[in-house]
């Protein structure tokens, strides 16, 4: 029986390479996510090769909740729901349910590419959604807009997050000056969920830029100061200050997880810093803190995006 040829895939799918004044970046089909990021061939985000199966949620979109569920468990509208335990080692449902799934390319020009998912109705999350991001880049950097909207017929919880892995271009992450401008931290239990909210104090402040050293982060920061165009502002950079690589969101992300990397495979550990703007802390769906609630055919829209500056001064800045 004569069979048809089959051309191996690359484990992440269609790739959709974008760039612009220096700034290029690679978009996956594989989970619609960002798989590299440079500038001016300097690699700025952490990413991964392109048959490699995503390590560490690298890049990656996290909805319909970002972070982790307790149990995979929550009720919502007088209903429980039993979602499935993605990461098992810590009985959790971590980072969502469209990680894995196919996104379609629906526009595309030379500096951005719009990808779309439909996340179909299922056990644990009966309600369907479209998610949509726009992945640009520019001279100030790269952005991601993303939407979400809710297909179903009654109101779906809803949260959202992205999963960077930032760097400062050949800087140790112990080496490098963190800037993180939030009040409030979650105090978390063995299985990084939430038993509390402190102040930010001692190791885990970084209110004004100080070097990460030694510090483990796995953290949620919330209490965030916003700058005069509504966005706050997470910074990575040496420590005189001379190169930075800043992560920014608009307001509708109200929290930002920032973990060290210790705990992945020891090539990939504290090489960089996942730097993840969340629109609602780890078991919200449980807790309600910042939970969305979609109604019927209502969109959610949310912004975020990277703006490095990697002068030296050799370009002739000071």
Same mark, same amino acid.
């Given at each position: ?11 992440? !799918? ?9 700034h ?7 989970? !619609?996510?960002l798989?590299?990021y440079?500038?001016a061939?300097e690699?700025?985000?952490?990413? +991964? ?11 990656? @979109? ?5 972070? /982790? ?5 929550y009720?919502?509208d ?5 979602l ?9 449902a ?10 379609? /390319?629906?526009?595309?020009s030379e500096?951005?590419v ?10 644990? +999350? ?5 998610l949509?991001?726009? #992945?640009s ?5 790269? $952005?991601?807009?993303?939407e979400a909207?809710?297909?179903? $017929? ?19 992450v ?5 800037h ?10 063995? $299985? ?7 102040r930010?104090d001692? @190791? ?6 100080? $070097?990460? !050293? ?6 949620? +920061? ?18 005189? !200050? ?5 992560? #920014? ?7 930002w ?12 550990a504290? /090489?960089?810093?996942?730097v993840?703007p969340?629109?609602?802390?780890p078991?919200? +769906? ?17 912004? #975020?995006?990277? /703006? ?6 050799s370009?002739?800045?000071?």
């Amino acid at each position: 029986m004569e069979t048809t040829p089959v051309t191996p895939a690359a484990l992440s !799918g269609a790739q959709w390479p974008i760039a612009a004044a220096g700034h290029r970046a690679v978009v996956v089909e594989v989970g !619609g996510g960002l798989r590299t990021y440079d500038v001016a061939g300097e690699s700025v985000v952490d990413g +991964y090769g392109e048959d490699e199966v995503c390590p560490g949620a690298a890049g990656q @979109v996290l909805a319909p909740w970002p972070n /982790r569920i307790r149990d995979g468990r929550y009720s919502f509208d007088g209903a429980e729901y039993q979602l499935p335990l993605s990461e098992p080692s810590r009985h959790n449902a971590a980072h969502g349910l469209v990680q894995w799934l196919p996104w379609s /390319r629906v526009a595309a020009s030379e500096d951005s590419v719009t990808v779309e998912c439909v996340l179909p109705a299922q056990p644990g +999350y009966p309600w369907p959604l479209r998610l949509r991001t726009t #992945w640009s880049v520019g001279a100030d950097g790269l $952005r991601a807009a993303h939407e979400a909207t809710n297909l179903g $017929r009654t109101p779906a919880p809803f949260g959202f997050g992205a999963h960077p892995y930032v760097r400062v271009p050949g800087v140790r992450v112990d080496d490098t000056l963190l800037h993180l401008p939030a009040r409030q931290r979650l105090l978390v239990d063995a $299985r990084l969920l939430p038993v509390g909210v402190a102040r930010v104090d001692g @190791v885990y402040d970084f209110t004004t830029p100080r $070097r990460i !050293g030694t510090v483990v982060l796995d953290s949620a +920061y919330g209490g965030l100061s916003h700058d005069e165009a509504g966005h706050t502002r997470v910074t990575l950079s040496t420590q005189d !200050g001379s190169r930075r690589v800043m992560v #920014w969101a608009d307001r509708s992300f109200r929290w930002w997880q920032v973990y060290t990397g210790d705990t992945l495979p020891p090539e990939r550990a504290r /090489r960089s810093v996942a730097v993840e703007p969340m629109t609602c802390p780890p078991d919200a +769906y449980r807790s309600g803190r910042d939970l969305v609630v979609l109604a019927p055919g209502e969109s959610w829209r949310g912004t #975020w995006g990277i /703006r490095p500056d990697l002068r030296r001064e050799s370009d002739g800045v000071p």
